[in-house]
Nanobody, 124 residues
Framework: QVQLVESGGGLVRAGDSLRLTCVAS????????MGWFRRAPGKERTFVAA????????HYADSVQGRFTISRDNAKNTVYLQMNSLKPEDTAVYYC?????????????????WGQGTQVTVST
């Protein structure tokens, strides 16, 4: 298990950018695949982006492809989600999660540790 703490959310206007940060505790961070998910008001949690243990082969939901970028710095036990060209439909609580896999996984069932979430609100 690893503890995850997200930050960087906030209230922005459509077209703005935000960078979310997720810091992990523990010495095994570099062995985990990492992911970002979100839960919009009244909706289920959905996949946003994922990255392998060494940063290869990032994968994105169609809705964020070309606008969001996931990256990681294993020396800092940190994973990032750069969000550009934000839209009101991106409004949600964003969660980072860790999976005990080396390769990219996207199903929430594969992730064993979750952060508490950070709110992103995009106004028109």
């Amino acid at each position: 298990q690893v503890q995850l703490v997200e930050s960087g959310g906030g209230l922005v206007r459509a077209g703005d950018s935000l960078r979310l940060t997720c810091v992990a505790s523990g010495r095994t961070f570099s062995t985990y695949a990492m992911g970002w998910f979100r839960r919009a008001p009244g909706k289920e949690r959905t996949f946003v982006a994922a990255i392998s243990y060494n940063g290869d082969g990032p994968h994105y939901a169609d809705s964020v492809q070309g606008r969001f970028t996931i990256s990681r710095d294993n020396a800092k036990n940190t994973v990032y989600l750069q969000m550009n060209s934000l839209k009101p439909e991106d409004t949600a609580v964003y969660y980072c999660a860790a999976a005990d896999f080396s390769w990219v996984v996207t199903s929430p069932d594969h992730f064993h540790s979750w952060g508490q979430g950070t709110q992103v609100t995009v106004s028109t």
